[in-house]
């Protein structure tokens, strides 16, 4: 049996963790001023980059389940940022996109959004920021590799 270090720190899932912590906390902050939580700032950036995408495939992206992205996509929807078709091309799939309006909360929650990464990585040279950014991509990599289970 594998015995944990006394310092929890010294885990790298641990690491990850407190700083996707932070910076959850960080990006609610910015994003509660202009009336924003995290997950809408998500959902209007998916969509911003997917127009048309189905409340499945937002789920999926934003890492929420399909009824917590319904909740969301409701919310979003009565406050004027999103469209909705009211019935679906074919299938079941509302596709959505952004109004003028979300467009515009986007571009000022995105600008947020990257000051809060700007700060998080503020101590990281260039090159140190790269190597994370691809190291955090081989992680991901390694850890979504079906052929390994």
Sequence with gaps: MTQLPDDLGSLVGYRLKETQSLLRSRMDETLREIELTTPQYVCLELLSRNPGWSNAELARGAFVTRQTMNTLMRTLQSRGLIDRALQAAHG??????????????????SERIRLVESRMVSRLGST??????????????ALDDRESR
Excluded at 93 to 109: F, K
Excluded at 128 to 141: M, N, S
């Design 92 to 109: 079941r799939a509302l596709p959505t996109t952004l109004t003028a309006e979300g467009q515009e909360l986007l571009d000022i929650a």
């Design 128 to 141: 140190q920021a790269k190597a994370l950014h691809d190291a955090l991509g081989l992680c991901i990599d």
